[in-house]
């Protein structure tokens, strides 16, 4: 059982996420500026989106990329941090925040949500540093994978490159709680029932019960972006990228885990610490998943430092 300070915690930590995704806030602390990029190369037949985006400070190009059924405030408290030293951008994915939803019947890939950032990663400068969460880790580890030459470092809490652990061993393996969780979660919205779909993907992450704690005026918003996790789970699970190819990638790795993560966080994280040639592996004792969002300061740390010294 957890103890009611962690379940204030993850109510807390969720009110704030679910605030954030209802009203963006168009200032932050007079110190961020958000924008527009500039369009990247249009693919044929479709008019290319423009990334929402927080940028702050001055210095070397540090991108953050948020988790799914998050946004790019998830990251306001590293902005802080970091402005002092660097440039900090922090665009929205698809369907997040204020960024556009996918334009396109065509079902959507890892390589797309990095498309999509490209203006972003472009005014961050070269070689620039990647923070990634998460999913928005795997849209981080494909943009390096895809350009080496203008990444310097990265830092990755729990990238969930999927695909790594089917490619190595077919299911049943250490994904199937979370292959589970989707197509629960899809046949929840499929019956007309986006609270319920919230509620597996919810709990699946921060511990069952989870979603029980959340605040009701706070679920709505959390239910609509669950309605992508058909999307998010094909990203995930049908990216082509192999393992060997993030052995290519010699950078400095910052590859963040909490120790009360999951088995398929945990399993994509032994495969790719044992492939990236440059990695430092931090576990963070006492955090989930999550992490990024209920222990931002204590994690905020961890990133601040690292990028500090690479």
């Known amino acids: 059982m957890r103890g009611s300070k962690e379940w204030l915690t993850v109510r807390a930590c969720l009110q704030d996420v679910c605030s954030h995704q209802i009203a963006e806030r168009r200032t932050h602390r007079n110190k961020v500026k958000i924008g527009l990029g500039v369009e990247p190369n249009q693919e044929p037949g479709m008019h290319q989106p423009t990334p929402f985006f927080r940028e702050a400070g001055a210095g070397p190009g540090v991108v953050c990329t948020h988790a799914n059924a998050s946004s790019s405030a998830q990251w306001r408290g590293l902005l802080d941090r970091l402005a002092p030293n660097f440039h900090v951008l922090a665009p929205d994915s698809y369907d997040a925040g204020k960024s556009p939803p996918w334009p396109s019947d065509r079902v959507i890939s890892l390589g797309d949500e990095v498309a999509l950032i490209e203006p972003v990663l472009t005014r961050a400068g070269s070689p620039l540093a990647l923070v990634g969460h998460s999913y928005g880790a795997a849209v981080a580890?494909?943009?390096?994978?895809?350009?080496?030459?203008?990444?310097?470092?990265?830092?990755?809490?729990?990238?969930?490159?999927?695909?790594?652990?089917?490619?190595?061993?077919?299911?049943?393996?250490?994904?199937?709680?979370?292959?589970?969780?989707?197509?629960?979660?899809?046949?929840?919205?499929?019956?007309?029932?986006?609270?319920?779909?919230?509620?597996?993907?919810?709990?699946?992450?921060?511990?069952?019960?989870?979603?029980?704690?959340?605040?009701?005026?706070?679920?709505?918003?959390?239910?609509?972006?669950?309605?992508?996790?058909?999307?998010?789970?094909?990203?995930?699970?049908?990216?082509?990228?192999?393992?060997?190819?993030?052995?290519?990638?010699?950078?400095?790795?910052?590859?963040?885990?909490?120790?009360?993560?999951?088995?398929?966080?945990?399993?994509?994280?032994?495969?790719?610490?044992?492939?990236?040639?440059?990695v430092e592996l931090v576990e963070f004792e006492h955090l989930g998943h999550m992490g990024p969002v209920t222990h931002p300061e204590q994690v905020n740390e961890v990133i601040q430092q690292f990028l500090e010294r690479t």
């Open 141 to 278: 580890l494909i943009a390096a994978q895809a350009n080496p030459g203008r990444v310097r470092a990265m830092a990755l809490f729990e990238p969930t490159l999927f695909a790594l652990l089917d490619a190595q061993t077919p299911a049943p393996n250490e994904a199937d709680g979370i292959r589970e969780t989707a197509a629960q979660a899809s046949l929840a919205l499929d019956a007309g029932k986006p609270g319920a779909a919230a509620e597996h993907f919810i709990d699946y992450w921060m511990g069952a019960g989870a979603w029980q704690q959340t605040p009701e005026a706070r679920k709505p918003a959390i239910a609509t972006s669950v309605t992508n996790v058909r999307r998010w789970a094909h990203a995930l699970f049908t990216e082509p990228t192999p393992l060997a190819a993030f052995r290519a990638l010699d950078i400095p790795v910052l590859y963040m885990v909490g120790k009360r993560s999951t088995a398929s966080a945990h399993g994509v994280a032994r495969l790719l610490a044992s492939a990236l040639p440059r």
